[in-house]
């Protein structure tokens, strides 16, 4: 019914703290990573990417780590705040000479208290 | 705003009848992407063009689906004989289209509710 698929993964965390979404990926070929944050009735904002050839990519307050021996991507909030409050998905594109979709995960849900 | 547009933000229309929804681009962006997102889930690909050529079609996207860029501008999308599994947010994508593997900037969505 209506009510699956809401029950998303969710973290909470107090203000200040940081966060950390972690998102397996299917497709060892992928070679290009986003990490987007959707709030209520909004399109996906972007955060942060990386490429395959790195294993680490910082940003304001966000950092992305890569680990491809275990398909494995990470985004690390610091600070986090309530504005940062909302799904977050990370989505692989697997760079192919014919495709250039983004396959997204299921999400996680981040919640911030005050 | 030089965001990618859509219109109309919502859609509310009775099963079996035709819907059709207008995406507009970040200007100068070549490429251009349709999702569907369904309450929970991430978006799942639909189709893209590059220009006004139409690249890659999902399976999902069945033949009650249509999609067009005439001009390598904007893009329409349209769905003939709705059905209720059609209720979804329908989302729009564009990249520069200079190679794969660009940065996809998203639009608000439409989100259609068929009753």
């Known amino acids: 019914g209506e009510s699956v698929g809401l029950h998303l993964p969710t973290l909470s965390v107090q203000e200040g703290d940081n966060s950390i979404i972690n998102c397996a990926y299917s497709?060892?070929?992928?070679?290009?990573f986003i990490w987007y944050k959707q709030e209520s009735g909004k399109g996906p904002q972007f955060i942060i990417d990386?490429?395959?050839?790195?294993d680490k990519r910082q940003g304001q307050r966000v950092t992305v780590l890569l680990n491809k021996t275990v398909k494995h991507l990470s985004l690390q909030i610091a600070a986090t705040q309530p504005g940062d409050s909302a799904v977050y998905f990370c989505?692989?594109?697997?760079?192919?000479?014919?495709?250039?979709?983004?396959?997204f995960g299921t999400g996680t849900r981040l919640q911030v208290f005050p | 705003d030089t965001g990618v547009s859509q219109n109309p933000r919502h859609k509310i229309t009775k099963r079996g009848q035709n819907v059709t929804f207008r995406c507009d681009p970040i200007?100068?962006?070549?490429?251009l992407y349709w999702y569907r997102q369904t309450l929970g889930q991430g978006p799942e690909f639909l189709t893209y063009?590059?220009?006004?050529?139409?690249?890659?079609k999902s399976r999902l996207l069945s033949d009650r689906f249509s999609a067009e860029r005439p001009k390598g501008s904007f893009s329409t999308l349209e769905i003939q004989r709705t059905e209720q599994g059609d209720s979804a947010m329908y989302l729009c994508?564009?990249?520069?289209?200079?190679?794969?593997?660009?940065?996809?900037?998203f639009g608000p969505g439409t989100r259609l509710l068929v009753l």
């Open positions: 989505a692989e594109n697997s760079g192919g000479y014919n495709t250039d979709k983004l396959i």
């Open positions: 200007s100068e962006h070549n490429r």
């Open positions: 063009f590059q220009n006004e050529a139409q690249l890659e």
């Open positions: 497709n060892s070929a992928s070679d290009y």
């Open positions: 994508a564009s990249s520069r289209g200079q190679g794969v593997g660009e940065t996809q900037y």
């Open positions: 990386i490429r395959s050839n790195m």
